[in-house]
């Protein structure tokens, strides 16, 4: 049971490049979200899911766009990378919008 | 809008020492309180939830209350080890069921 899967684990971006950072889950959970990590900031929620074609912005949405195409998958792109969103971003689902979260391991993105 | 505060930011303690981790939060209509480790370099683990008519939860050596009424929810680690050195983040889910994460306490067991 692989749980929440991101890749890439590291990435480094030019200003004005575009990327996808890859999203999966296996336990059929319903929910899905996205955040960042700064210093200082906490983590902050960028945008959500609910279910399979349902997505919703969270705190931070700005710059990120996403899609829901299917319930264990929920990618997140980044239109044109700017040096604000260097950061780590962490995947996370649960059974339901009120259950226990299950976090992935992280993308440390460097954008220069 | 949902604010969580985690004291003390950091902590340092001798092994075998027990010790609480605090959380207070700003709107008492919480759906639940999670608390989660993050360990560096690493995603968060789960570690307790709590929900909204639960006063507290239980895992081994881990024990986490909820007090709607003062804003507050505690984590309270018996008997230290070594291992049990990390980031601990308590987090809100309100009516919105969004999560609104504190900042963490870094905690440190000596040994």
């Known amino acids: 049971n692989a749980g929440v899967t991101q890749t890439p684990k590291f990435q480094v971006l030019k200003t004005g490049q575009s990327m996808t950072l890859q999203c999966a889950q296996d336990m059929n959970h319903e929910y899905m979200s996205w955040y960042r990590q700064d210093p200082g900031m906490g983590l902050r929620l960028i945008h959500y899911s609910v279910g399979a074609g349902i997505t919703d912005q969270g705190e931070v949405p700005n710059g990120y766009n996403v899609s829901r195409s299917t319930t264990e998958d929920f990618p997140l792109r980044l239109l044109s990378a700017a040096p604000s969103q260097t950061s780590v971003y962490f995947c996370?689902?649960?059974?339901?919008?009120?259950?226990?979260?299950?976090f992935g391991q992280g993308t440390r993105l460097t954008v220069v | 809008k949902q604010e969580v505060t985690q004291i003390p930011a950091a902590l340092s303690v001798p092994e075998g020492e027990n010790l609480v981790l605090n959380c207070s939060f700003t709107?008492?209509?919480?759906?639940?309180l999670q608390w989660f480790r993050q360990d560096p370099g690493k995603g968060l683990t789960s570690l307790l939830l709590?929900?909204?008519?639960?006063r507290e939860q239980t895992s081994g050596r881990l024990n986490a209350s909820l007090d709607k009424s003062s804003g507050r929810s505690t984590l309270y680690i018996a008997a230290s080890q070594p291992g049990d050195s990390a980031t601990y983040l308590c987090?809100?889910?309100?009516?919105?069921?969004?999560?609104?994460f504190g900042k963490g306490t870094l905690l440190t067991v000596n040994p």
């Open positions: 709107d008492s209509a919480i759906y639940n």
């Open positions: 709590i929900q909204s008519s639960q």
């Open positions: 987090a809100g889910q309100g009516s919105n069921y969004k999560l609104t």
């Open positions: 996370a689902s649960s059974l339901t919008r009120a259950t226990e979260a299950f």
